[in-house]
């Protein structure tokens, strides 16, 4: 939990303080004077005895009893300041802005892990350092502008770069998105986005509070704190967007397991935030985009009606919103041609209505007041309204402001002309109104708050029997398990499976029951089938004595599987583990299509059974799992269930790093695991 102090200092003193405010400590001090902190400010400077018109001391033990500090000077000289601040000054809010501190050095780390310490031992809070500070409705610690005037109902917004904090902060303004708190954590010593999320979760009244939290995240350090407290304020109606830096690796990384090859950390993110209801988004732009559609009203349907005075917007948006999983329904409605004879000859009102680039503002209200009273069919408006410059449009934006406030259904105003009607954009933004300038982003943002949904969440319930069954089959083992451990350990987790027999000798070909026709696949070889390591359709003793003899020919092979021959259709489940995000289980289609075609969902751990099944169905092959053209599907439920045991697998036994079930064999009535690979 922050100290309150840092939420709400009484006093503050600056150390650094200066006359100049284009440095830290004097642009923050003026910060805090002109935006009216109300409490007592000192600073610390030893040149100085007065800096910005309040008293300055000479050093830190010279000052009275204060409640925050805010550190402007070389690195060096913190751990000292702290120490005093803390020890004779019963100071309990920290924000340092200094750098020199973990992200540069093992030093630095050290010096920055010794201020933890004593933050720590008073109960205290540390922001940054190496950050930029932070300002709420009750004051202004940062150094850096804009600073927006601020909105109890504006966004929260957490950010671990203060730079990237102030570049959407700057564009986000220009739009009309009010802020009413920002926090930039930098290296995260103590406080990180998960602990600032903590707390507007735990403080968080519906109603009161602000219900749009923003993040930028470069490096998610507790994972199930950040899923704990964003599904809690999902639940408690906030809605939360965030952009996730730094997804891709640099160079390649060799893969073991198919899930190896497709599970990553990004992966592991996007279930993360799937699980949570947190809107992911990949740029500052994006993120804008959709806080500003979280400030209207919900959307409560798909239906979408586009009004506009230009065709190109709306074709553009009708595009993007259709290939979203949103609709642009004509209307159809009796009253339709009722409302175009109020329009000026060469209109439409099939949706998109057009009024043409002549259309007046009563001509726009009364399409409103027919698309919100009159078309039941449309679940939301869309205003797409510039100018070409040859007259004002401060009317028009008059009447989309009140129908905004009045109508039932939300309607969201894109006004492309930034330079034409720059004035009339800048009064209507001033109102208090989110305007959005692009309609392909507008839709797109959208279509993401449309679809972001709150998963049911799974809860693991361990058996005690059945874990130390499954430790004990794989205690002292490393690397990749040989096919009978995990056979044995598929049985203990009621995972169906082939019935199966491992070869190693020649003697060992008289004590086969396994009926032909048969498959006989190497053991050893990771890749079976890029080495040639799988034979099928063996159809007698001297077929399968041939396969036998080849197959242990091969490079690294140790023995030979042999299964009867099975037809079906194959499919995939897979299980990565990432880190402190836990494992990651992927399904698809199997054999080599999951290789080909990609065509996979995944899940963080814990699942449920409500969210596995939302994995099966957002696979491109649904159709086909269901049965198509004439060809029976599979038992999805099964899948379903083998898909669940794989979670409490990994779950029960955290030392799995990868595990593969490819294929499944599935026909319409049954589903076995034909081979299974996993690595400890």
């Known amino acids: 939990m922050l100290n309150p102090k840092l939420l709400h200092p009484l006093s503050i003193a600056i150390v650094g303080a200066s006359d100049n405010v284009q440095t830290p400590g004097g642009k923050v001090l003026y910060n805090l004077i002109s935006h009216g902190f109300k409490g007592s400010l000192y600073g610390v400077n030893p040149k100085l005895t007065q800096v910005q018109g309040i008293p300055c001391f000479q050093d830190v033990s010279q000052l009275p009893e204060v409640d925050m500090a805010i550190i402007a000077v070389a690195a060096k000289y913190c751990v000292d300041i702290v120490k005093t601040l803390t020890e004779t000054k019963n100071t309990k809010a920290f924000i340092i802005f200094s750098a020199g501190f973990s992200e540069q050095d093992a030093a630095g780390k050290e010096m920055e892990s010794e201020m933890v310490n004593l933050i720590n031992k008073v109960g205290g809070s540390l922001l940054g350092p190496n950050n930029i500070g932070m300002f709420n409705t009750h004051f202004a610690g940062v150094f850096t502008t804009p600073i927006p005037v601020l909105d109890p109902k504006g966004v929260d917004f957490i950010s671990g770069s203060g730079a990237t904090a102030v570049f959407i902060m700057e564009a986000a303004m220009r739009n009309g998105l009010t802020f009413n708190s920002v926090f930039s954590v930098g290296n995260s010593a103590q406080i990180g986005v998960e602990d600032v999320l903590q707390h507007l979760d735990e403080t968080y009244v519906h109603g009161t509070s602000s219900p749009i939290k923003l993040l930028y995240i470069e490096s998610i350090q507790q994972p199930l704190k950040l899923l704990k407290h964003a599904r809690s304020l999902r639940e408690k109606g906030a809605a939360i967007a965030a952009i996730k830096a730094g997804s891709s690796e640099a ?44 400030t209207y009203p919900q959307l409560k349907g798909k239906n979408i009606c586009i009004i506009t005075h230009a065709g190109g917007p709306a074709v553009m948006l009708t595009d993007v919103l259709s290939k979203n999983g949103l609709e642009v329904p004509k209307i159809t409605h009796p009253k339709s041609e009722e409302l175009l004879t109020q329009l000026y000859p060469g209109s439409s009102v099939s949706n998109p209505i057009d009024f043409l680039a002549t259309g007046t503002a009563q001509q726009l209200d009364t399409i409103l007041t027919y698309c919100d009273k009159e078309f039941d069919e449309i679940d939301a408006i869309v205003v797409i309204f510039g100018s070409p410059g040859l007259f004002g449009v401060a009317e028009v934006y008059e009447v989309l402001e009140a129908q905004m406030k009045s109508s039932r259904k939300p309607i969201y105003p894109i006004l492309p002309s930034v330079i034409n009607v720059k004035e009339e954009i800048e009064t209507f933004v001033s109102h208090g109104n989110f305007a959005f300038f692009d309609e392909v982003s507008f839709g797109n943002a959208l279509a993401k708050v449309a679809h972001t949904k709150t998963i049911e969440i799974g809860v693991f319930h361990p058996k005690p029997e059945r874990q130390q069954a499954l430790k004990k089959e794989i205690a002292g083992a490393t690397g990749y398990l040989p096919p009978e451990t995990i056979n044995r350990l598929f049985q203990i987790m009621e995972i169906p499976i082939v019935p199966e027999q491992v070869l190693t000798h020649a003697s060992d070909l008289d004590r086969i029951n396994i009926s032909y026709p048969m498959v006989a696949k190497v053991i050893g070889p990771i890749h079976k089938t890029d080495v040639g390591g799988v034979r099928l359709n063996i159809a007698d003793a001297t077929a399968l004595q ?18 009867p021959m099975l037809s079906g259709m194959e499919i995939y489940v897979g299980a990565k583990k990432e880190g402190n995000f836990g494992h990651t289980i992927v399904c698809g289609l199997g054999g080599i299509m999951i290789e080909v075609m990609k065509d996979v969902s995944m899940g963080l751990t814990p699942l449920s059974i409500s969210e596995i099944q939302q994995m099966i169905g957002r696979l491109k092959a649904y159709p086909m799992l269901q049965g198509i053209r004439g060809k029976k599907g599979i038992p999805i439920d099964q899948f379903a269930q083998v898909i669940l045991k794989v979670s409490e697998l990994v779950q029960y036994l955290p030392e799995i790093e990868e595990l593969d079930i490819n294929p499944l064999l599935a026909n319409e009535v049954s589903i076995v695991a034909v081979d299974g690979r996993i690595r400890i």
């Open 251 to 294: 160079g390649s990384r060799a893969a073991s397991s198919h899930t190896g090859a497709i599970a990553n950390t990004d992966t592991a993110v996007d279930t993360l935030f799937q699980k949570a209801g947190i809107i992911r988004c990949h740029g500052r732009d994006e993120l804008i985009h959709v806080a500003g559609v979280l």
């Open 546 to 563: 041939s396969h036998f003899e080849s197959l242990m020919l091969l490079k690294d092979a140790t023995g030979v599987l042999i299964q």
